[in-house]
């Protein structure tokens, strides 16, 4: 007899999303099988995670090596992989010092703690941070808090104070909500969860030199961006802007949960006893991360981001010269949504199950495809025509 997953999951686990009737057993580069043996191409890569694609020998082999050697050392200790994985991260980016977590959020939070301890040391307790509306930062308090969604907020009343969120892509407003108090800015390069939206040029120029007009701290919140999706290891590099402080996760271990958050030297204003974790740093994660993030610079994974981003553009503008109810393409590197002129998204999402194409529902009237940063040009051509068969039927409203 075979096991009814969908039914138990119902009975044991607690509702908070409605699933894709998929029930995923294993997967191999761009692609994953269902306890059926139903093929799909994976375009939702685990929320943003499998940059390196399911089941990457790299990595697979830096975890069982690491399994076996030690799982876990407290931070009292030295670790090698944790090392290993600051050095790599540091000397391919612009910031100086790193704090390994478990997670985005987490990440976000440490963040959000270190400007404050910095507004504290040096901004006369300026503890302010200005985000952006549709920014998306997690589901801790504090990042609840910092993001500029209301929906996502209004059932925890009261959460933390100290955020202020203004339009993203406009620099005056940020101008116009900067006071005494504000010792941050913290935006997400290109807003994913919030719409997939790209900034003009000039946005992040912008800000960037009104913090350092203000001696304001600028955050980016890395956590989708980083690791190649946008075409460069980090989103910031494709837009010529340092951060002060930058967070990762997502994207990082290739699959294992692990977050970071790194910083300028001038920001790094943590003292013994200021922040910790018990799991952060951990060597299993960061010897994958490690495996992960060097086979992502040996193979140069970041410029296939970026050509097979161009050539899924070219296929999404062919999809919508096709079907007058594409409204709009857009995106960078392998981060793109299709957007509806209605809300037929759930449809277009369900039609493309079963054409063996796995999306992401971003909005009632849009998906979101983020394949492994691996995908291949016939994998990319191979997903545009299920995506047409996809689109054909969910417009016929099957
Ligand atoms: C930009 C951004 N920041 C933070 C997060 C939260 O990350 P996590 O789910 O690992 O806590 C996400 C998750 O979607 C994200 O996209």
């Known amino acids: 007899m075979t096991t009814d997953w969908k039914a138990l999951e119902s009975k044991y686990y607690m509702f908070l999303v409605r699933r894709q009737p998929v029930v995923i057993e294993r997967g191999k580069g761009t692609r994953v099988w269902?306890?059926?043996g139903k093929e799909y191409l994976d375009f939702t890569s685990g929320w943003a995670v499998n940059n390196v694609g399911h089941a990457n020998e790299a990595i697979a082999d830096a975890?069982?090596?690491?399994?076996?050697?030690?799982?876990?050392?407290?931070?009292?200790?030295y670790s090698i992989p944790q090392i290993q994985l600051a050095q790599i991260l540091?000397?391919?980016?612009?910031?100086?010092k790193i704090f390994i977590c478990n997670s985005g959020a987490e990440a976000n939070e440490g963040a959000i703690k270190l400007a404050k301890k910095y507004g504290k040391k040096h901004k006369n307790g300026a503890f302010?941070?200005?985000?952006?509306?549709?920014s998306f930062h997690g589901r801790t308090m504090m990042t609840v808090a910092a993001t500029g969604q209301p929906h996502y907020q209004e059932i925890f009343q009261p959460i933390p104070v100290g955020f202020t969120h203004v339009d993203y892509d406009d620099v005056d407003a940020i101008k116009a909500a900067t006071t005494d108090r504000t010792v941050a800015v913290m935006l997400e390069p290109v807003q994913g969860e919030g719409g997939v939206n790209i900034p003009s040029a000039g946005y992040l120029k912008g800000v960037r030199a009104w913090c350092d007009e203000k001696g304001l701290l600028l955050i980016f919140d890395e956590v989708q961006t980083g690791l190649g999706r946008l075409g460069t290891l980090f989103g910031?590099?494709?837009?010529?802007?340092?951060?002060d402080i930058m967070t990762l996760a997502k994207g990082l271990g290739g699959?294992?949960?692990?977050g970071a958050f790194l910083a300028k030297d001038f920001a790094c204003a943590f003292e013994p006893g200021d922040h910790g974790s018990t799991f952060g740093g951990n060597v299993l994660t960061c010897a994958a991360a490690y495996a992960s993030t060097k086979y992502i610079l040996d193979n140069d994974v970041p410029a296939n981001a970026k050509a097979m981003g161009e050539y899924l553009q070219k296929g999404l503008n062919t999809l919508m010269s096709n079907h007058e109810f594409i409204s709009e393409i857009r995106g960078m590197g392998l981060l793109w949504a299709v957007v509806f002129n209605s809300d037929m998204s759930p449809a277009v999402v369900a039609a493309c199950n079963r054409a063996g194409l796995l999306l992401n529902p971003l909005r009632p009237n849009a998906v979101r495809l983020m394949p492994p940063l691996t995908v291949t040009r016939e994998e990319i051509d191979e997903a545009m025509e299920r995506l047409e068969a996809g689109l054909v039927e969910a417009a016929k409203g099957g």
């Not at 540091?90 to 100086?96: F, K, M």
């Not at 910031?236 to 951060?243: A, D, I, L, R, T």
């Not at 699959?255 to 692990?258: H, L």
């Open 128 to 134: 302010e941070i200005i985000t952006a509306l549709n």
């Open 63 to 77: 975890i069982a090596k690491q399994a076996r050697t030690l799982l876990q050392t407290s931070n009292q200790f």
């Open 236 to 243: 910031y590099q494709s837009f010529g802007v340092e951060p």
């Open 255 to 258: 699959g294992v949960p692990i």
């Open 90 to 96: 540091v000397e391919n980016s612009a910031l100086d």
């Open 34 to 36: 269902d306890v059926d």
